[in-house]
């Protein structure tokens, strides 16, 4: 079993990323959970090719056995220089597929929308302190 808070050791990044490097991410070991998102570093891919390759990894970590839940990726900040509505869309795109493979979502994008003011840093798609707290105990 791998330990609890194994992740990735890099900023996993986009879709094209993943496919590439998920076998080495996932290793040999027995993952019992998987949590896992990919979204806003494909905010400028084709709706598309962002479906085909979630999907690809989708079945790639189905066929560890892991639980697995899908992470909604969190708002882009309204001052910031890209577009919100690239993230709803991959959220959307996401969340279909999440429900029709019958993948839990954790939607983080919901819970911290409301308080992205408060929580966010300004102009960055990053969080303070409080807003990781939040996201982390969801």
Sequence with gaps: MASLGNCAP???GSTANGLK????????????????????????????????RLETIVEQLKATGAKLVWASSTPL???GTYDDRDIV????IAARMMKRHGIAIND???????RLAELQKPKDCHFKGPG???????
């Excluded at 998920?22 to 040999?28: A, E, F, P």
């Design 108 to 114: 983080l994008y919901t819970l911290i929308k409301p």
């Design 21 to 52: 490097k998920l076998s080495l991410w996932l290793g040999d070991g027995r993952w019992s959970v998987i949590h896992f998102n990919f979204g806003i570093h494909d905010r400028r891919t084709p709706p598309a090719d962002y479906e085909q």
């Design 132 to 138: 990781y707290d939040l996201l982390g105990k969801k």
């Design 10 to 12: 890099e900023n996993c």
């Design 77 to 79: 900040p309204p001052d």
């Design 89 to 92: 869309a991959r959220n959307e």
